[in-house]
């Protein structure tokens, strides 16, 4: 089946403007988290949606980032006012709650430049 | 100090040798124990996933948890040139949170 789906797989921006990436996840999968990718600086968790609970926003650096999830499925990341320091991969991953919540899948991620 | 701590590397073998990958980790609290593998331009998939302490051995991977020194490990055996690539680390507490390592690039030279 189709996994899961970012868009747009590149974005260059200029620093000021805002930016919104979107995420697909796996049909049937509940769970839904956005992490940042950064040279030598690992995979950052950002957020969690797990079904109609309030999501989990303990890891969103400044309050120029949100996230939403519509209708349980598509999500998107916004970015305002965007920064130099924000250039990162952003990736998205959902997880089933038949299965592990751990086994993460992951989409192809969005590579976001503010120039 | 960070919560996962793992080498970035790069690691440079020849086809065939064994690799060894580590993680150390400061949180007492964590369970669950990944290892995600990512190729150039990809997102991570996972590889292994193991409770608690112990081994877990899946074809030519087998991971290591020792939760009293805190210390976990990846060893490919046989390892081929499709093999390369970054090897993360995560674990987890009982939360949906997962932390993970920086990653270890890993090239297998044929």
């Known amino acids: 089946g189709a996994g899961v789906s970012q868009s747009p797989s590149n974005k260059v921006t200029e620093k000021g403007k805002d930016v919104e990436l979107r995420c697909d996840p796996i049909?049937?999968?509940?769970?839904l988290y956005w992490y940042r990718q950064s040279l030598g600086q690992g995979l950052e968790f950002l957020i969690y949606?797990?079904?109609?609970?309030?999501?989990?926003k303990s890891g969103l650096p400044s309050d120029r980032f949100s996230a939403e999830r519509t209708g349980g499925s598509v999500s998107t990341l916004t970015i305002q006012r965007t920064q130099q320091e924000d250039s990162a991969v952003y990736l998205c991953?959902?997880?089933?709650?038949?299965?592990?919540?751990?086994?993460?899948?992951f989409g192809p991620g969005t590579r976001l430049t503010v120039t | 100090q960070k919560e996962v701590e793992q080498d970035p590397g790069p690691l440079s073998v020849p086809e065939g040798a064994i690799v060894s990958l580590n993680c150390t980790y400061s949180?007492?609290?964590?369970?669950?124990f990944m290892w995600y593998r990512q190729y150039s331009r990809k997102g991570p998939e996972l590889l292994m996933y193991?409770?608690?302490?112990g081994n877990k051995e899946d074809g030519r991977f087998t991971a290591q948890v020792d939760k009293s020194s805190k210390y976990i490990s990846l060893f490919i055996r046989d390892s081929q040139p499709s093999d390369s690539a970054t090897y993360l680390c995560?674990?987890?507490?009982?939360?949906?949170?997962?932390?993970f390592g920086i990653g270890t690039k890993l090239q297998v030279i044929p």
């Open positions: 991953a959902s997880s089933s709650p038949r299965r592990d919540p751990y086994e993460q899948y």
């Open positions: 049909s049937g999968h509940t769970a």
């Open positions: 949606f797990q079904g109609n609970s309030a999501p989990d």
């Open positions: 949180n007492s609290a964590f369970q669950y």
């Open positions: 193991t409770y608690s302490s």
């Open positions: 995560a674990m987890s507490a009982r939360s949906q949170k997962v932390t």
